[in-house]
């Protein structure tokens, strides 16, 4: 019992279900926004009147609501765009900032496919070419004149 206690106190799951908690109640926000306001200006540039997603057309005998899949649309273009620009976008400059990325000495492109490869490989993993190895110098720059071939 102390062991799932400790799990359900551990930050992660803390945060993780107050994650959804509030993402489904702006999910319910953003569809609550689309329906009210909209879906009328879709309906008015349409040229349909009243409530957009009641529209519905009918083939043989069958009711497809589309004026509902479109609403859904919307509310989803508005969720991805909000969590793109307000969550994803700063945690990618935060991280880019604080954990910049070192340049990897030890990885070179292969001269026919372009993949990023070893670069002590001596055949490429994407396209199998034989490639001959390069081995970068002990403390010097791994720039020119650093990398000798075997």
Known sequence: MKGFRAFLLRG????????????????TLVTAFVKAFLTPVVGLASGA???????????????FPYGL????????????????????MPMNKMQERFFPKAANASVRECPECLTAIPAAA?????CTVQLSPTVVAQGGPADE???LTK
């Open 49 to 63: 009147t009243g409530n957009f997603s009641a529209k519905t057309f009918r083939a043989s005998g069958v009711t």
């Open 69 to 88: 899949f479109i609403d859904a649309v919307i509310s989803f273009v508005i969720v991805a765009a909000v969590i793109y620009f307000l969550v994803v």
């Open 122 to 126: 001596r055949r490429c993993s994407a």
């Open 145 to 147: 004149g650093a990398r």
């Open 12 to 27: 992660n799951v803390v945060d993780l279900a107050v994650g959804i908690v509030i993402g489904a109640a702006f999910t």
